[in-house]
């Protein structure tokens, strides 16, 4: 990610295909973007995710000029893919799981839902084993 010259624009560059894409932080969020203090505890989180307050809920600043992947994946910390390239879940925040795919979802609960490891690293790195053991890929 590179500042574009402090007016709120920014452009990004996808570390897998080189696309580049300008965003910019939506004008109804830029109050909500200032405030780091709520994603100091996720060092791996986008640097454009936010949680609203009373709700907690993520958001994203950059909603209206948000890259392509986002648009097509949604927001994630860890993207699994089948081998067919299709979605098959999300890991968002900390450990939160979305899947996309039944089969996935079953294999969530019986090998990865109780893994604990001491950090996000060594979590991730516990997670992808398994995962790319059984066939998925997974982008983080
Ligand atoms: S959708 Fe998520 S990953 Fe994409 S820019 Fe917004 S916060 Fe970042």
């Given amino acids: 990610m590179s500042r574009d010259d402090g ?5 990004l560059t996808n570390r897998y295909t080189g696309e580049k894409t300008m965003v ?22 986008c640097p454009f995710l936010r949680f609203r307050t009373p709700d907690g809920k993520a958001c ?18 860890l993207l699994i893919l089948k081998q067919d390239g299709s979605r098959a879940g999300r890991v ?32 991730d790195r516990a ?3 398994i995962l790319t053991g059984i066939g998925y890929s997974v982008q983080k």
Wanted: net charge negative; aromatic share 10%; hydrophobic share 30%.
């Fill in 24 to 45: 910019e932080v939506d004008p109804d969020k830029t109050d909500l973007y200032a405030d780091r203090s709520m994603i100091e505890g996720f060092p791996d989180a």
């Fill in 127 to 129: 997670v992808i084993t």
């Fill in 60 to 77: 994203c600043t950059v909603h209206l000029t948000r890259p392509e992947m986002c648009r097509d994946f949604g927001c994630w910390r």
């Fill in 92 to 123: 968002m925040g900390r450990s939160h799981f979305c899947p996309d795919d039944p089969e996935l979802a079953r294999l969530w609960e019986e090998q990865i839902r109780d893994i604990e490891e001491p950090g996000d690293d060594a979590w």
């Fill in 7 to 11: 007016d709120g624009k920014y452009v």
